[in-house]
């Protein structure tokens, strides 16, 4: 268990490879913790230098008083790859993950040589919309919400499989000073213009059934920079490297190739 002191906060990571790796940087969504990518590592090249962490509010990093902005949630993992000597990486990001792969590399292009934007967008709903699902969690808890975010977030086959009560409960666990204060930092992120201002390798991933961030928002998105590479994960929703991480593992290791893995 790998835990460092960034700034105020105390936050949960792992950080795998040999020390001299093609650096890779892995940020989870919103009411996960870091084993969102378990299935994914093990596809991938060897000799990578691996980096994926807690984000405040989740798994097992600290939990601060709810609401969070997205600029100190994109402190936080600028300064814990500070912390672990990790620059030039390839960022891959799903969903908040994402937006937080936008905001890093609009701000230190030194750390991200090149992105993944999975599952994510510029811009992820309105304020309305966020404003209401973070009342309704303050007032009923998370519980309140489960049943339309796994639909949001899982294809109806996986629904039915062994494995998806698992992530039922990982949802559920997430403190939800944790979750309200992500949901903050997302109601108020509009990236649109800082991202379409970037010039770097950049790999777009969306799920066909994904109802969070639907394959045309993603792509939209996407759109905003030159030379982007857009993959469909058909059948798959907003977690596809839990539903169908052969496919992913194979998209994300091209990639990964081709930036010299």
């Known amino acids: 268990m790998q835990m460092a002191q960034i700034g105020d906060i105390r936050l949960h990571y792992a950080l795998t490879g040999p020390e ?7 940020a989870n ?18 000799g990578l230098r691996i980096l994926r962490f807690d ?3 989740h798994g097992l990093s600290e939990v601060p008083d709810a609401p969070y902005s997205m600029g100190a949630l994109i402190t936080d993992t600028e300064r814990l790859m500070d912390h672990v000597g990790m620059k030039n990486a390839v960022f891959v ?19 991200v040589r090149a992105m993944v934007l999975s599952n994510t967008g510029a811009k992820i709903g309105t304020r ?9 969690v303050n007032e009923n808890g ?6 339309p975010t796994m639909d949001r977030w899982f294809s109806q086959p996986f629904q039915q499989t062994e494995e998806f009560p698992g992530w039922q409960q990982m949802f559920l666990r997430t403190p939800v000073a944790g979750w309200t204060g992500c949901a903050a930092a997302i109601a ?17 991933i969306a799920g066909s059934e994904d109802g969070s961030t639907p394959p045309d928002l993603v792509f939209e998105t996407a759109d905003l920079i030159p030379g982007v590479q857009k993959h469909l994960i058909r059948g798959a929703g907003h977690l596809p490297c839990v539903e169908n991480p052969e496919e992913y593992g194979r998209v994300l290791s091209d990639f990964l190739k081709a930036q010299g893995a």
Request: negative net charge; charged residues 20%; aromatic residues 8%.
């Open 29 to 46: 969504s919103l009411g996960t913790d870091f084993r969102l990518w378990d299935k994914i590592l093990p596809l991938l090249p060897e």
């Open 128 to 136: 309305d919309m966020w404003a209401d699902r973070i009342a309704a």
């Open 188 to 204: 108020g992120t509009d990236f649109m213009s800082s991202t379409s201002g970037l010039r770097l390798p950049t790999l777009a």
């Open 93 to 111: 990001g799903l969903s908040i993950g994402g937006m937080i792969a936008q905001g890093l590399a609009a701000k230190r292009l030194d750390l």
């Open 55 to 57: 984000k405040r509010g």
């Open 20 to 26: 001299d790796g093609m650096p890779v940087v892995f």
């Open 142 to 147: 998370l519980g309140f919400i489960l049943d």
